[in-house]
């Protein structure tokens, strides 16, 4: 069975793209096949994977698919990476979050579309920076989430937001959507108060539901991402790449816990 991760906070700068590229990777490096999904109109994540001519591409596009997903499939999207495939972004869903509102189950088109996708262990769905309608579909596509926030204090409400929205699409929808893990980006050592404070409260406030996995500042993280690859595909050592491997194991007892 396939298992479906909608990496999200709506909150900028919080390494959400960065963190879904190296999940995928940690997987990929533990062999599994995977699905890397650019849901953001940026295509932040399709350039940083190397791919920014199917961001422009003609259609046929996951913009196209979005939005009549009956008569498309996963298969003819995706473009093949070292590592993983990818499904793509275009530039054209800028204008999705409009037409999707007034579309009949305008928040379901990605879980028609991902219905399909068998031939995958995993599947990785990158997120917008919000909590509109596009996000929304991927909640309800995975059906679990994992959380990339910063040790900052600004962190706190965002989450309380992402929180709410959640419980919204669960009795909306009569569905539930779990929260699988929270990654902690960008931390600097030595700590200051801000983000020792933080680090504490993440751990108070999660760390009996789910991993925190913790993954300092790394120039060689930066480069990999620049170099259109996740730090397994690298060549250069990093010692983050245990703690993005341990999350991947725990996704992976996940995965046989549930049978998702």
């Known amino acids: ?31 599994h096949e995977v699905l890397l999904v650019d849901l953001d109109p940026q295509g932040y994540l399709t350039s940083g994977v190397g791919f920014d001519d199917a961001y422009t591409a003609e259609p046929p596009s996951l913009y196209d698919a979005l939005l009549d997903p009956a008569n498309h499939a996963v298969d003819e999207l995706v473009v093949h990476h070292e590592e993983f495939d990818v499904l793509p972004a275009n530039i054209d869903m800028f204008n999705l979050e409009q037409e999707l509102v007034s579309s009949m189950r305008g928040r379901e088109r990605l879980s028609m579309l991902l219905e399909d996708v068998d031939v995958y262990d995993y599947v ?7 909590l509109g309608i596009l996000t929304d579909n991927a909640l309800l596509a995975c059906q679990h989430v994992l959380i990339p926030a910063e040790a900052e204090d600004t962190s706190i409400r965002a989450l309380d ?10 009795e909306n929808y009569e569905t539930r959507i779990q ?16 983000q020792k404070g933080m680090l504490e409260w ?14 300092r ?8 991402f620049n170099n259109g690859v996740s730090i397994f595909a690298h060549d250069e050592d990093c010692d983050q790449t245990r703690a993005l491997l341990e999350l991947a194991s725990d996704l992976e007892e996940l995965s046989e816990a549930t049978d998702v």
């Open 1 to 31: 069975m396939t298992t479906k991760l909608a990496v999200t906070n709506q909150k900028g700068g919080v390494g959400k793209t960065t963190v879904a590229i190296n999940v995928a990777g940690a997987l990929a490096d533990r062999d």
């Open 124 to 130: 990785v769905v990158d997120c917008p920076p919000s």
């Open 161 to 170: 937001l992402l929180f709410k929205q959640i419980d919204t699409l669960e």
């Open 179 to 194: 929260e699988v893990g929270l990654v902690v980006s960008n931390v600097d050592y030595p700590l200051d108060n801000e």
């Open 202 to 215: 993440f751990e108070d406030t999660f760390g009996e539901r789910i991993p925190i996995v913790e993954v």
């Open 217 to 224: 500042s790394r120039a060689a993280i930066k480069r990999a």
